[in-house]
């Protein structure tokens, strides 16, 4: 929370939750004073509360619109000065709420609101010494055994004045972590897309660079293959040319990972995927004997979401389990959690020690030997959740396989 936050509500909800607590307390006061027997004017000193409470229910409504909140200190530095006026003056113990509203203005407001406040409160603690209503109750009352009560009256607002401000500045200090760690959290995704913006640009740069030399190979290879297939002997030449074409697909295959991870799905707008839609979808693109192996199942209908950035999620976590499970169990659970979609996948592969988790979902990152792996899967996986402002646990450690949660927020 910044020093200065007037313009926000955040500032105004403070605040208005400060001064209710603080006029809880000065209500319970006057109505123990009754109990006790302690003469007190109450119908001015009612009268000061129910301004109070008429202020902070305008604050309240309308927190957009506060303006400056040091108003509202010195409005309370005045309603004090008030029923200080009416209960004894510089004698009441209760006079120690002036250090609560300086402490408080100086967290919540700029040096300069604070220093008036502060000398607000010294010139009407001040002029109480020379105006007010004395009490025999609250007064030191010649040492006597009033002088008795006075002291548990000091002890009581000593006590009041540290919860007020243990709790506000605890309450404070917590809500300063919060948005530290938004912040950090704001932070860390604003650096994933710039890593995904500048793959972008490496992808859209090298399909550029290497769909005309690659066009021509392919030219070349059907030319070799045609003449191969008319020259005796040519069973080898005709090797060659499936095998450049085999490695021509395998480098548009590269190219189109690169272009999926460079964001040309992340623009999508969010639609309804049905899941056994989705499931058959990533099955056909599977091998055969994967697509046996992968074991699906689901009690949800539908998932929000942009849909080609989904599958695509789906099938590179899927090929990431099939890559460290040769031979066990591949699975993918869809359940439904409250106001969620949560995607858990399994696999019994070799699973990953706690650094591999750490780094899995960096950018480039693999641990497979095969070299049409980018490491990306993940990437663009954290990638789409956090546009989505949802969650991507990993669970895993080596030998015990892998647990993968991804979590959708759905609209109601």
């Given at each position: 929370?910044?020093?200065?936050?007037?313009?926000?509500?955040?500032?105004?909800?403070?605040?208005?939750?400060?001064?209710?607590?603080?006029?809880?307390?000065?209500?319970?006061?006057?109505?123990?004073?009754?109990?006790?027997?302690?003469?007190?004017?109450?119908a001015p000193m009612w009268t000061l509360v129910l301004v109070g409470v008429a202020s902070n229910l305008w604050l309240a409504s309308?927190?957009?619109?506060?303006?400056?909140?040091?108003?509202?200190?010195?409005?309370?530095?005045?309603?004090?000065?008030?029923?200080?006026?009416?209960?004894g003056g510089p004698t009441n113990p209760f006079s120690v709420i002036y250090v609560v509203y300086i402490a408080m203005s100086a967290v919540m407001l700029t040096p300069r609101w604070t220093w008036a406040i502060a000398g607000m409160s010294v010139l009407s603690f001040g002029a109480l010494f020379a105006f007010h209503v004395p009490s025999e109750h609250l007064g030191h009352a010649g040492h006597g055994g009033g002088f008795q009560a006075h002291l548990y009256g000091m002890f009581i607002a000593l006590v009041l004045a540290v919860a007020?401000?243990?709790?506000?500045?605890?309450?404070?200090?917590?809500?300063?972590?919060?948005?530290?760690?938004a912040l950090a959290e704001a932070e860390e995704r604003t650096h994933r897309w710039g890593k995904l913006a500048s793959i972008a640009t490496l992808a859209a740069?090298?399909?550029?660079?290497?769909?005309?030399?690659?066009?021509?190979?392919?030219?070349?290879?059907?030319?070799?293959?045609?003449?191969?297939r008319s020259l005796p002997g040519g069973e080898g030449l005709l090797e060659d040319a499936a095998l450049i074409r085999d490695e021509l697909d395998r480098c548009r295959r590269v190219l189109d990972r690169m272009a999926s991870a460079g964001g040309e799905h992340m623009g999508e707008p969010l639609t309804s995927v049905r899941v056994d839609a989705m499931f058959a979808e990533v099955r056909s693109r599977l091998d055969p004997e994967q697509a046996e192996r992968w074991e699906t199942q689901s009690d949800v209908e539908s998932i929000e979401a942009p849909q080609a950035a989904l599958i695509q999620m789906v099938e590179n976590i899927a090929r990431n389990g099939f890559d460290a499970c040769r031979e066990g169990r591949v699975a993918l659970e869809a359940r439904q959690r409250l106001g969620a979609v949560e995607l858990c996948f399994f696999d019994e592969g070799h699973g990953m020690d706690a650094e591999v988790v750490k780094r899995a979902t960096d950018p480039f990152f693999t641990t497979k030997e095969r070299d049409d792996r980018m490491g990306l899967g993940l990437f663009l996986a954290r990638a789409l959740v956090d546009s989505l402002r949802g969650q991507l646990l990993i669970e895993s450690a080596t030998g015990r396989g892998t647990t993968i949660r991804v979590v959708f927020p759905q609209s109601a």
């Open positions: 929370m910044s020093s200065d936050i007037r313009p926000g509500a955040a500032g105004a909800e403070w605040l208005s939750r400060m001064r209710w607590g603080a006029l809880t307390i000065v209500a319970a006061s006057i109505g123990l004073a009754s109990l006790l027997n302690v003469e007190l004017p109450a309308r927190k957009e619109q506060a303006g400056e909140l040091g108003i509202f200190f010195l409005l309370d530095v005045l309603l004090l000065t008030g029923l200080l006026y009416f209960s007020l401000i243990t709790y506000f500045v605890s309450q404070l200090s917590l809500e300063l972590r919060r948005r530290e760690r740069g090298a399909a550029h660079e290497l769909g005309t030399p690659l066009g021509t190979i392919a030219v070349a290879a059907n030319e070799m293959e045609r003449q191969a």
